[in-house]
């Protein structure tokens, strides 16, 4: 029993019940379940809005998913969930209430924290983002000398860079062509350097990403940033037309020159992580537009719904998650590979790090007890084919078990050429063939059936068993962006909610913040830096010697 009165997770009935299982189970193979249910295929799928899914080939059967969902009723997942979407203050460490899905909720939605509704505040910033975006794309913004803003670089880190960044290279096709748009997000100077060399400033827009305007890196390279406009236009009041703020922390915006006027506001309840459809959307909503950005959001709004509302049989958030816990709490695995079948994807996977990783990488839960079970697991992946022509051996044939999904879609985004539009059946071809190798293998049999000298049969057999999710959506949409995102944040929360870990804080990246500003002076100034260790002092002379310091 912890303090809090809770029973231990891992001294629950539920969770003994799901060990003994998972010992009853341990030879079972999808080829026998399959043979046992034909309907299987079918059966165990979902519709929910444009995603289909498919979690057929998974290692569980009917009484896999009802000891999970017992699991979930035990742990209060729904309760937990009903808390957030009301607003109350279930990031516990922070004393900060969880609401990404009121960024999503109509306006006449009513959703309280601290007694005050903040609807019409996401729908003011909404509206102002909006108006903004349609300024700039239309030319009616124009930068200091006059001139149409061609360029839009995001400077921000983290859920400041990596929604905006993913979610415009995944509606690529939805975006103006006619603007450049760039995230700038490594403290290292190359990449500002990189994203700026070819703009004239004259027509750069750039927008400083920060929930807490803190963070050192967007704070360093937006200053110069601002130095590398100022030297091309000049005058200081050039920064009103060509800085924009998205932020918190409006104190710390105006202290860096920033003219409030020209600041997207959100809020604390809102987690950098989950905030890509706050302000901290901007530069994606100039790129495709106020009207698909909130497609977007009707995509998210889609999914809060389902998981708001549908049974625990029928919820996918939960059964994603549940399944995650299935492989990670009692069959040990260790990552979960994430691997899109469409190019624009391929930013999905390092924004799903952050949500997930960031959100759930815990070992203590929430009333500070260490947890005696595993955590989040490492989320990893790149686009499908090119993952089969590099990793995927290891998937199909080594010691480790790794769950993954597949998302694909069955039309190819419609800008495509004639000939460009005849390659989606390869690809997908690809991505079916892959999810069938990795369930059923081949066997010892159908490998010497085929004439294989028996020296190279074991090298040649696969075991199969290597559990998927298939998601299938008609075609990549705004909404179905949105949709995918929220299906994965709910996951995500499943799991924490489970696992009884603040899946909100993120105090495990403070150490190394500290230690960097401490440590600085020492590479600079060679300053004598008390509490170094033998090893990373040495490594810091090394650094000077080669510096030329
Ligand atoms: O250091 C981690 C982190 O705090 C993330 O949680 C956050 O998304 C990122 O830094 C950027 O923070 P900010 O938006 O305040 O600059």
Redesign the pocket.
């Known amino acids: 029993m912890n303090a809090d009165g809770r029973t231990r997770l891992n001294q629950t009935p539920e969770w003994t019940a799901l060990a003994k299982h998972r010992e009853e189970l341990a030879d079972t193979r999808l080829r026998e379940l399959f043979a046992a249910d034909p309907s299987r295929g079918t059966g165990y799928t979902l519709q929910v809005g444009d995603l289909y899914i498919d979690y057929s080939k998974h290692l569980v059967t009917d009484e896999t998913l009802r000891l999970l969902r017992a699991l979930a009723a035990t742990t209060d997942v729904f309760g937990l969930r009903d808390a957030m979407f009301r607003g109350e203050k279930i990031n516990v460490t922070e004393d900060r209430a969880v609401l990404h899905t009121a960024l999503r909720a109509p306006r006449d939605a009513v959703i309280e924290v601290d007694g005050e509704n903040v609807v019409p505040a996401v729908h003011a910033v909404l509206d102002k983002m909006g108006d903004f975006a349609g300024r700039v794309r239309s030319g009616a913004w124009t930068g200091h000398t006059g001139r149409r803003i061609k360029n839009v670089v995001n400077i921000?880190?983290?859920?400041?860079?990596?929604g905006p960044a993913m979610a415009y290279e995944v509606l690529r096709t939805f975006t103006d062509r006619d603007l450049t748009v760039r995230f700038v997000s490594n403290v290292d100077g190359a990449d500002l350097h990189e994203a700026t060399r070819d703009l004239d400033p004259a027509e750069t827009l750039f927008i400083i990403?920060?929930?807490?305007?803190?963070?050192v890196?967007?704070?360093t390279n937006a200053t110069s940033a601002r130095a590398w406009l100022l030297a091309a236009l000049g005058d200081e009041s050039a920064v009103a037309k060509h800085f924009v703020a998205l932020?918190?922390?409006a104190e710390k915006v105006t202290e860096f020159g920033i003219d409030p006027d020209n600041m997207f506001e959100f809020w604390d309840w809102v987690?950098?992580?989950y905030?890509y459809d706050s302000a901290?959307g901007l530069s994606l909503m100039i790129a495709i537009g106020p009207d698909r950005f909130r497609e977007m959001l009707d995509g998210f709004r889609l999914v809060d719904d389902h998981f708001r509302t549908a049974p625990a049989e029928a919820n996918a958030p939960l059964l994603l998650g549940l399944l995650g816990i299935w492989y990670d709490n009692f069959l040990d695995a260790q990552t979960h590979a994430v691997l899109p079948y469409s190019h624009y994807l391929s930013k999905f996977t390092a924004y799903l790090q952050?949500l997930d990783m960031?959100s759930n990488g815990k070992s203590v839960q929430r009333d500070g007890n260490p947890v005696e079970w595993q955590t989040g697991p490492v989320v990893w992946g790149t686009p499908g084919t090119n993952g089969q022509h590099a990793y995927y051996q290891l998937i199909h044939q080594g010691t480790k078990l790794i769950p993954a999904d597949f998302i694909g879609f069955a039309r190819p985004v419609a800008e495509l050429s004639g000939e460009l539009k005849a390659q989606h059946d390869l690809l997908m071809a690809n991505f079916f063939a892959q999810t069938q190798a990795l369930a059923f293998g081949k066997t010892a049999e159908e490998v010497r059936a085929e004439g294989v000298p028996e020296e190279l049969v074991a090298h040649k057999t696969f075991r199969g068993d290597r559990p998927t999710t298939t998601i299938l959506a008609r075609e990549l949409t705004p909404s179905v962006l949105g949709q995918l995102v929220a299906l994965y944040e709910h996951k995500v929360f499943v799991q924490g909610a489970v696992w009884n870990i603040d899946s909100f804080d993120?105090w495990g990246?403070?150490l190394g913040?500290v230690l960097a500003k401490r440590v600085e002076p020492a590479l600079t100034e060679g300053a004598e830096v008390p509490g170094l260790d033998p090893s990373t002092k040495a490594l810091v002379a090394r650094y000077r010697e080669l510096r030329g310091r």
């Not at 921000?156 to 990596?162: E, Q, R």
């Open positions: 921000g880190i983290g859920g400041s860079d990596l990403a920060s929930k807490t305007f803190t963070t890196e967007t704070i932020s918190t922390n987690g950098g992580r905030s901290i952050q960031e993120q990246v403070e913040k």
